[in-house]
């Protein structure tokens, strides 16, 4: 806990968040709003940071990654349309804020991060705050987690050059897949849903997120 900003400003700043933020940008499910109101967000990033935690924007949480700007963590969970029962594929642990809105909203979450050390950061602060429905795992994300399949939701949170095929295919009939895709500079959210086997795609808020490297995704090098 950040020294000096007691736990109850900390509230009153994600309320601010969310009605100063998403709301008047169309956020509009209640469960997801609450979730943002409920979920500490201040504790997944440095104590330098956490003054900074609520602004509109994305923070940096080590090797190179961040943690998304909270509005677009809304839309993304938004897109999903999350009713409680489903189990949930998340593709780049990161800090685990994502994570946690997610459990807060479906019944079980399976989140693959290629970092360890993130991903060993992160299972410290949700098992600390007390998710005991995430599941974790260090590896490429870009394969998913197929032991685990299917999903009723996949949720990418790393900029795609296009949907990893292995991550379609774990995908439920029925489910949802959420996921920037574009260049590796800038990217559009799709919403596709999978329907007699295939992906059936929209497209919504243009964004940026650090690319999503592995078998399917982006090169390591560069490329």
């Known amino acids: 806990m950040s020294e000096g900003i007691p736990t ?28 943002m109101e409920k979920v500490p967000r201040h504790l997944f990033v440095d104590e330098s940071l956490q003054d900074k935690a609520y602004d509109d924007m994305a923070l940096p949480v080590g090797e190179s990654q961040t943690i998304s700007q909270p509005y677009i963590v809304a839309v993304m969970t938004e897109l999903l349309e ?23 909203l479906a019944a079980e979450v399976y989140t693959v991060e290629r970092i360890r050390s993130l991903s060993e950061r992160a299972e410290q602060t ?16 870009t394969l998913g987690w197929p032991e685990a399949a299917p999903f009723e939701r996949v949720l990418i949170t790393a900029g795609a050059p296009e949907i990893p095929e292995p991550l379609a295919e774990q995908l439920s009939e029925g489910g949802i897949l959420v996921a920037p895709v574009g260049d590796r500079f800038a990217q559009q959210l799709i919403k596709a849903k999978k329907l ?28």
């Not at 999350?82 to 807060?104: C, F, N």
């Not at 059936?200 to 090098?221: I, M, R």
């Open 8 to 35: 109850a400003a900390f509230q009153r700043l994600r309320e601010w968040m969310v009605a100063d933020q998403l709301v008047p940008r169309g956020v509009k499910d209640p469960r997801v709003l609450r979730a």
């Open 82 to 104: 999350l009713r409680g029962g489903e189990k949930v594929l998340e593709i780049g642990t990161g800090s685990g804020y994502q994570a946690a809105i997610l459990a807060e």
């Open 126 to 141: 949700l098992r600390y705050l007390g998710y005991a429905d995430i599941h974790f795992r260090v590896a490429d994300g």
């Open 196 to 223: 007699q086997g295939r992906l059936s795609k929209e497209y919504h808020t243009p964004c940026v997120f650090v690319p999503l490297v592995g078998e399917h995704g982006w090169k390591d090098d560069n490329r």
